[in-house]
């Protein structure tokens, strides 16, 4: 998933026509004091992809350009989580009568949508203290979620009558927007409505499906400024996304660990279950993987081609369960276009090879060209290619990496 900043999030849905407050991007202080000059006061927000700026005191409300300075500079030296706030959001205030909120989501393969008229920075403390405030619903994917079932949702979170209509309305056009950007998630805290009773996105935040980037050009560079687990992606991990995205063929996906044992790995649960079994024998995994069963060669060269590069490796597994869609070959024509454009050499830096299916006997040919590569018969398991090359990773110590 790629989580949008606000100034993103906001874009999307003021372009359907959806209320959202006035705002600016700005880098500096005095930037921000510019733009609330311009706005006559107005909201310093972090403009980073997460929740919980407002707790982290990472929102400021200020009046004046004067007052704007040293509240851009203090969000500026906030720190969320493993967030840096590098740039700001400035938006235009609001006067806001009541606090609701909504999200949608997906539990599992279908749609949901959650509502509470208990919003603001307290949700989460809502949730745990008075769990029943909040509504959900599931949403049939093929009708989609319909004014009267939105009127029904927001009748169940005992919303005030005399807001039923809008807040169904806006409900509506809000799924049709979550469903329009390919989103895994929309969340709206505050969805505001104001003094003068009109409904107003003061607080938006959205999540889209990396996979359906063909359909978003607007979001493709987005594949490149994203976080994994709260931080920044490593240079590996981005030329990784950039070749999944422009290349041919299917889906591939890398993500950098801490640890010096290099995985090419697959199969669902497999894939955890070798980790698990690194972990237990004393290794740690430098990365993890997957990809699907299409044509993805070109991809797996340039995957490849990063974790053979990282600083003090220690070795290379190659583990599947037995392939059923895809090529054995496939996986060794990669690995050795990796092998030759890197330099690498299997007699000195370890790779064990647990790889059984289509094609079997052609990957085999192929690994034999590079003595060192340690192809492990049939009838071994997952477990006998952890603990060899956990033992080998071991004794061969760590490997700088190549020019």
């Known amino acids: 998933m790629i989580r949008l900043t606000e100034e993103k999030t906001k874009a999307w849905l003021a372009a359907r026509g959806l ?26 927000k972090a403009l980073v992809a997460t929740g919980r700026r407002g707790k982290a005191g990472a929102v400021k409300v200020v009046a004046n350009a004067a007052e704007a300075k040293p ?66 619903r ?38 049709q927007a979550f469903r329009g950007a390919d989103a895994l998630t929309l969340e709206l805290n505050p969805l505001a409505v104001t003094v003068d009773k009109k409904v107003s996105l003061v607080g938006a935040m959205m999540g889209i499906d990396d996979n359906a980037l063909f359909r978003q050009p607007q979001w493709q560079a987005e594949s490149g400024e994203q976080t994994i687990g709260g931080r920044k992606q490593t240079r590996g991990e981005l030329t ?9 063929g299917g889906a591939v996906r890398y993500t950098e660990l801490e640890g010096n044992i290099g995985l090419l790995v697959g199969g669902g649960g497999a894939s955890l279950l070798v980790h698990d079994m690194i972990l237990a024998r004393g290794g740690k995994p430098a990365n993890h993987t997957d ?78 060209e590079f003595p060192g590569i340690q192809y492990l018969d049939d009838d071994a398991s997952l477990d006998d290619a952890v603990r060899l090359i956990v033992e080998k990773a071991g004794k061969g110590g760590l490997r700088e990496a190549s020019a």
């Not at 806001?96 to 008229?117: H, M, N, T, W």
């Not at 990784?240 to 995205?245: D, K, L």
């Open 240 to 248: 990784v996304a950039e070749a999944n995205r422009t290349l041919p």
């Open 71 to 136: 509240a851009a500079a203090s969000v500026l030296a906030v720190q969320i989580g493993e967030h840096s706030v590098e740039r700001l959001y400035v938006e235009s205030k609001v006067s806001i009568d009541k606090e609701f909120y909504l999200a949608f989501a997906f539990d599992g393969r279908s749609p949901s949508v959650v509502a509470s008229i208990n919003g603001g920075v307290d949700i989460e403390e809502v949730h745990r203290q008075s769990p029943e405030s909040i509504i959900h």
């Open 19 to 44: 209320p959202v407050p006035k705002g600016a991007v700005a880098n500096t202080p005095d930037e921000a004091a510019a733009v609330v000059d311009r706005f006559g006061g107005g909201v310093i």
């Open 291 to 368: 990809s699907s069963p299409g044509p993805i060669t070109e991809k797996l060269k340039v995957m490849l081609r990063e974790i053979l590069t990282r600083p003090n490796m220690a070795g290379l597994l190659i583990a599947y369960n037995h392939l059923q869609m895809a090529r054995c070959d496939v996986k060794i024509e990669a690995l050795a276009d990796a092998l030759r454009k890197t330099g690498v050499d299997p007699r000195k830096f370890p790779i064990v090879v647990r790889l059984a299916g289509p094609a079997e006997a052609r990957a085999r040919e192929l690994a034999a």
């Open 138 to 175: 599931p949403i049939d994917s093929v009708t989609g979620i319909r004014f009267w079932e939105a009127l029904d949702l927001w009748q169940s979170a005992k919303a005030p009558n005399e807001n039923l209509a809008s807040l169904a309305k806006i409900t509506v056009e809000l799924w």
